[in-house]
């Protein structure tokens, strides 16, 4: 429920611009404000508000970088073209397609449902710095203060774990031997465990022994569910006090953010609840195809 909520809230954004177009032309939307006239299409009317609304829908993509005159002229534009291939369409009758009535519906529905978010839900969501602080205090390892770069060699016996410990006493490359020996995935990548691993990423067992390598360091085979692993450092980092607050700076933004998010879709929740509770609802889930 709360996904699809969410598809609902935040839908695709290009196909919304395309049936508000078409929306304003079959139900005259436009009309309901009164405003500067800023183009005409025979008799379809183009106002400063559309202009602004369509600008809207590319806040989000553009980070409030504002508009110059030529952009809003070529928005403008964008907007007069869209409308005569509209009426055209109209012409050849395309609109009473019952396809089209159904898109329409949708597409409504998807408008309206943002739209009850953005001006009756949202406003009234709050989040305190004592939510934020809260999440954090939850989350003790959000912002890692340690992390580290590791390769492996993976087997499956002890017996094959002493003849590795024996190549790499000789010299050998680790990564070599990774690419031989190991029958981990991580074999093709020379044994490198992708990006930087913080604690909590790794099995206990690994982890233990990881951070306390030294960088150029191998460990010692460690018995794991999946065989004996071998464990090479390759690099580790450790953050300042002074990283670790610029971070958390950035990151208490998109936390708040996202608990935003949440008690809007709460919110949201509770209020399909009642609604239900008063609304005679009819499902046929046996007739979906």
Known sequence: MKRMMKLLVFGALMMAIGMMITL?????????????????????????????????????????????????????????????????????????????????????????????????????????????????????????????????????????????????????NFSTLAAQKSIAPSKVHGGRLGTPISKGRIPKELEAVAFKLKVGEYSDPIKTENGFTILFLEDKKVRSKKEMDDLMEKVKVRIEQLLKSRKIEEVMEKKVEDLTKNTKIEKYYDKIQ
């Open 24 to 172: 304003w032309i079959h139900e005259g939307i436009t009309a309901s404000k009164a405003d500067q006239v800023l183009a005409k299409v025979g008799n379809f009317v183009i106002t400063q508000a559309d202009l602004d609304e369509m600008m809207n829908k590319f806040k989000a993509l553009r980070k409030d970088r504002p508009y110059s005159p030529e952009e809003k002229k070529e928005l403008l534009d964008s907007i007069v073209k869209q409308v005569l291939i509209v009426q055209e369409a109209e012409k050849l009758k395309l609109d009473r397609n019952p396809a089209i009535d159904t898109k329409l519906k949708m597409a409504k529905i998807e408008i309206l449902m943002r739209e009850y978010v953005t001006t009756v839900v949202e406003p009234k969501v709050q989040v305190t710095d004592k939510d934020v602080e809260d999440y954090i205090s939850q989350t003790p390892d959000l912002i890692p203060k340690e992390t580290v770069t590791l390769k492996e060699i993976v087997v499956k016996t002890e017996p094959e774990a002493r003849e590795v410990m024996n190549e790499l006493k000789k010299g050998t």
